[in-house]
């Protein structure tokens, strides 16, 4: 099984609709992190927890909202999705050390029609 | 706020050319540097790092220095593979132990037979 999972991998949903984007890890790292990739931008942070009670927004956290439900998952809901949410979103998760690396998931491509 | 600078893609190179992927950083302290690839319809993987000045990180036969004097961390390869074809994120995290991981764009890296 794979360190970091996330489902759906591909979703296409409708503008208005409210959407949950779900990730779990198995390694056991305390940290976790939502980030968003769009072409030329690169990866943008939208939520992270370091640990089950903390949350925190990143650069781009309008419109999205985040859960903890334990120390292995961390969901990214998006509320009533628009169109400029269209993107990859991937979760990772990280040892608590700055200098540790990241395990990323696989990512979920996300479509808002 | 921290920033990091890599140079636009695609780059695009015959196998065993020597490759070079620039990157230069902003930040307020000492941060951790990190290069990332994601391959086509993955996730992205750790693919070196270095925690301080000097420090040289090396893995699968690319590698990159930790220069504090020009903020640079640039990767270099001295024979590419078409297998090498991939997307190319320069990272870096403060050395805070509450630092996130900020990326730069992107570089694709494309390596012809």
């Known amino acids: 099984d794979a360190d970091v999972t996330q489902t759906p991998r591909n979703r296409i949903t409708k503008t208005g609709k409210r959407i949950m984007l779900e990730c779990s890890q198995t390694k056991g790292h305390d940290r976790m992190y939502w980030y968003r990739q769009d072409p030329g931008l690169g990866l943008r942070l939208i939520y992270y927890?370091?640990?089950?009670?903390?949350?925190n927004k990143g650069e781009i956290s309008d419109g999205y909202s985040v859960s903890r439900q334990a120390q292995a998952k961390f969901s990214l809901s998006l509320e009533s999705a628009i169109p400029n949410q269209t993107a990859l979103y991937f979760c990772?998760?990280?040892?608590?050390?700055?200098?540790?690396?990241?395990?990323f998931g696989s990512g979920t491509r996300l479509t808002v029609v | 706020g921290d920033s990091v600078t890599q140079m636009e893609g695609p780059v695009t190179l015959s196998e065993e050319a020597f490759l070079t992927i620039n990157c230069t950083y902003t930040a307020t302290g000492y941060p951790s540097l990190f290069w990332y690839v994601q391959y086509p319809g993955e996730g992205l993987q750790l693919l070196l790092k270095?925690?301080?000045?000097?420090d040289k990180g090396s893995n699968k036969g690319f590698e990159a220095t930790y220069r504090k004097e020009t903020t640079s961390f640039h990767l270099e390869k001295g024979s590419v593979q078409v297998s090498d074809s991939a997307v190319y994120f320069c990272a870096l995290s403060e050395q805070s132990g509450y630092s996130t991981l900020t990326f730069g764009k992107g570089t694709m890296l494309l390596v012809s037979p």
């Open positions: 270095a925690t301080k000045a000097d």
């Open positions: 927890s370091f640990d089950v009670k903390d949350i």
């Open positions: 990772a998760t990280s040892g608590g050390q700055a200098n540790y690396g990241y395990t």
